[in-house]
């Protein structure tokens, strides 16, 4: 791609955050023109020239994506509401543009999704965001060393491609509603043994968690009692999705450490999910990532 001028990365940047933090309520041509301080005759054409989708397309992605997940995993959320939450006014005209964009109707998607033409749909979202450097980066300030206790856990393992993560999440959702410990009320944690990016897909595994009170009895879905040890830890606020949860942790690693003079506890990196995406906009899930320090 064509290096782009930084007055007009600045032009676009504006017009992405106006997109991501206001899903529910997409600007229009006139708003999008005011944010990036262009005439409205080349929003468009500049938008899609530097991130592959028109700001319409952008935005109703953001929408597709956001209730594709509540599908997925808020079994009690209905396609009706689902629907009017993602803007459409019935649940037809919504479910002709998920299945446009997906290949299933939405109570398809509900019943058995299909994450890798899912993850094909929305590819645009994390290109634009790439391409206009929108992933949040840290500093050096935002890292704070805490000393943690042992958390008891019931956990989830996930073995194998990661784009099979969604059916495991699932699993350990039904197992959270069976056995009402639900985020509200015991608290959210992934464990990442693994590096995603170094690790072939059928290695990969990725430990879902929640905090319980008590043991963990069988079950079908293969929740076992599990413990996140406690000790020294660097802790670093991230809001966003995926995406910022990777550049956090590169950040930690290519930057706090060596800065710091801390070396890393044995102990795999984790998190604790505080604020959820779909039950908010992508742009304002939050969670804390911990490295483990000696």
């Not at 930084?6 to 933090?21: A, C, G, K, N, W």
């Not at 037809?92 to 094909?120: E, H, I, K």
């Not at 000393?147 to 956990?155: G, Q």
């Amino acid at each position: 791609m064509t290096q782009t001028p930084p007055h007009t990365l600045t032009r676009l940047r504006r017009m992405l955050d106006r997109l991501e933090q206001t899903p529910d309520d997409p600007p229009d041509l006139t708003a999008l023109s005011a944010v990036a301080a262009l005439s409205p005759y080349h929003v468009h054409r500049l938008f899609r020239a530097c991130c592959g989708v028109t700001p319409h397309r952008y935005g109703q992605l953001l929408r597709l994506k956001q209730a594709a997940w509540r599908l997925a995993f808020r079994p009690n959320s209905t396609v009706t509401a689902i629907a009017l939450d993602a803007g459409y006014d019935t649940p037809d005209a919504f479910a002709r543009a998920f299945r446009q964009r997906f290949g299933l109707a939405p109570s398809r998607f509900r019943a058995v999704p299909d994450w890798t033409a899912a993850a094909r749909t929305l590819t645009p979202l994390t290109l634009a965001r790439h391409r206009l450097g929108r992933i949040p980066m840290p500093t050096l300030s935002d890292v704070t060393v805490v000393t943690t206790a042992p958390v008891p856990v019931a956990v989830l393992e996930h073995h194998g491609d990661p784009a099979t993560l969604g059916d495991t999440i699932r699993r350990f959702i039904d197992w959270r509603r069976a056995v009402r410990l639900p985020p509200a009320v015991s608290a959210t944690y992934t464990v990442f043994p693994c590096d995603p990016a170094a690790t072939p897909p059928q290695d990969f595994r990725l430990d879902l968690c929640c905090a319980t009170p008590g043991p963990v009895a069988a079950n079908p879905q293969g929740v076992r009692a599990g413990r996140i040890p406690g000790g020294r830890r660097a802790r670093l606020r991230v809001i966003g999705g995926d995406d910022a949860l990777e550049a956090a942790a590169l950040f930690l690693y290519r930057d706090w450490l060596p800065a710091s003079g801390e070396t890393p506890g044995d102990a795999p990196l984790y998190c604790q999910r505080l604020r959820f995406f779909p039950d908010v906009p992508e742009a304002e899930a939050e969670l804390d990532l911990y490295l483990p320090l000696r």
